[in-house]
């Protein structure tokens, strides 16, 4: 499966974005996404997952209740609707897909090239 994602830029705190994620080819590989974000010098961390079949969602503590994830399988499309945005959310996100809904980086096999998102103060 390839992903594609797009949406990033510059936002002002408190501010809102919405990060997309397009799937193609093998879209039935595609059925658990996920969210990432690496800011420099850091590591990729899980930011939300879900399970494009019945919806099943996670959430990293530090963006529950601002960040939403959701899909919209006929375009197989996932999005990341991100509120209240905040400096610390200053990262690539990379959209990524596995067999599993996890918040373990090594459990999903294709990832997108990722989108920068600048929050500024």
């Known amino acids: 499966v390839q992903l594609q994602a797009s949406g990033g830029g510059l936002v002002q705190a408190g501010g809102s974005l919405r990060l997309s994620c397009a799937a193609s080819?093998?879209?039935?590989?595609?059925?658990?996404m996920a969210w990432f974000r690496q800011a420099p010098g850091k590591e990729r961390d899980f930011v939300a997952a879900?399970?494009?079949?019945?919806?099943?969602?996670l959430y990293a503590n530090s963006v529950k209740g601002r960040f939403t994830i959701s899909t919209d399988n006929a375009k197989n499309t996932v999005y990341l609707q991100m509120n209240s945005l905040k400096p610390a959310d200053t990262a690539v996100y990379y959209c990524?897909?596995?067999?599993?809904?996890?918040?373990?980086?090594?459990?999903?096999?294709?990832w997108g090239q990722g989108t920068q998102l600048t929050v500024s103060s």
């Open positions: 080819g093998h879209t039935l590989r595609s059925d658990r």
């Open positions: 879900i399970r494009r079949t019945g919806g099943s969602t």
């Open positions: 990524a897909a596995g067999p599993s809904i996890s918040s373990d980086p090594a459990d999903f096999g294709s």
